[in-house]
């Protein structure tokens, strides 16, 4: 009775709460550690502090998970409802100004999204908000859908159709596939036929991790060339297109990247003579953040360099 006491003569802050409800959400010290941008032992510690005032274990390790008491979930709705409230007191109150603001915005994208946005993204700002900074950020997408809630990640932005509870979306631009070979290349045209395309050496870019439906197209290359005409496989698209760039060796990268690096690298756009779906590029944010204004500006930053722009974006 005495440890409940003390424990109560403390009052909760809204840190804590946060605790409660990624921990919730999360069931694992470690990944709850990084979304909060914190340190395990930091947080063990706040845990400790919490099991004292509610007088309960809260989360229970079981395995590897953390499990959350009966006490626990009773807390989820309450908790849940107060971090919302906060949130939107917070966007009522907060004005954003771009041209003096200098927040720092963050978003996600695969490595292929960032070389063919930031260039676009960066003028933009440079022109509007001259002190707006922005962070790049690489994460687990296992992490995703928390960093957005949270707001520890203002946008992310791909084909992450894995996204759905408390997100929003809006489309960007539709985009294809394209191949890229090196100029000159001794026996490839532009537009070659699908035995003149399989007879070549390929270089693929496996499916993992990439953000992409690229997946689909590996298999859809698989099924049209030789197993022993694929050179390398390789987990990016960039360094992909540095080898075709250095040998006979074909790449199939998504469209609006392989209009920059094509540019970039001086390589030739080739249209590969296969059926490739073509896939959608959103930006997605969590409900929470909606009406909060700097969040709206930066959405309608991307809106504005993307949407319908065939020109920066590549085409296919």
Not at 132 to 138: D, E, H, I
Not at 204 to 210: D, F, N, R
Not at 283 to 310: D, I, K, M, P
Request: aromatic share 6%; glycine share 6%; hydrophobic share 45%.
């Amino acid at each position: 009775m005495g440890a409940n006491l003390r424990g109560h003569a403390e009052q909760l802050d809204l840190y804590q709460l946060q605790v409660i409800d990624v921990l919730l959400r999360e069931q694992s010290l470690t990944r709850s550690a990084l979304v909060l941008n914190t340190t395990q032992p930091a947080l063990s510690k706040t845990l400790a502090r919490l099991r004292i005032y509610f007088d309960d274990p809260l989360f229970i390790r079981v395995s590897l998970s953390m499990e959350p008491t009966p006490k626990a979930l009773s807390l989820a709705a309450p908790i849940r409802l107060i971090l919302d409230e906060m949130q939107s007191l917070r966007c009522a109150q907060v004005p954003f100004d771009p041209k003096t603001s200098d927040r720092s915005f963050s978003f996600f994208a695969t490595d292929a999204g960032m070389v063919v946005m930031l260039p676009p993204m960066v003028k933009t700002l440079h022109r509007q908000a001259p002190s707006v900074r922005l962070k790049a950020v690489q994460l687990e997408e296992d992490h995703l859908h928390s960093w957005l809630k949270s707001g520890k990640v203002d946008l992310a932005i791909g084909a992450y159709p894995a996204l759905t509870q408390g997100i929003r979306r809006q489309r960007l631009f539709m985009a294809g596939y394209m191949s890229l070979m090196r100029k000159g290349h001794p026996r490839l045209r532009a537009e070659p036929t699908v035995a003149e395309f399989a007879a070549e050496q390929h270089v693929l870019v496996s499916a993992s991790g990439t953000g992409h439906g690229i997946e689909v197209v590996e298999h859809a290359l698989e099924a049209a060339v030789p197993a022993n005409h694929f050179t390398v496989r390789v987990p990016g698209f960039t360094a992909a297109a540095v080898v075709a760039k250095h040998t006979d060796g074909i790449v199939t990268l998504p469209s609006p990247l392989a209009a920059v690096l094509a540019r970039e690298l001086d390589l030739e756009l080739i249209k590969p003579p296969l059926r490739l779906p073509r896939f959608e590029v959103a930006q997605y944010w969590h409900e929470r953040f909606h009406r909060e204004a700097g969040n709206q500006w930066f959405r309608s930053v991307l809106h504005e360099c993307f949407t319908g722009s065939a020109k920066v974006i590549g085409s296919g």
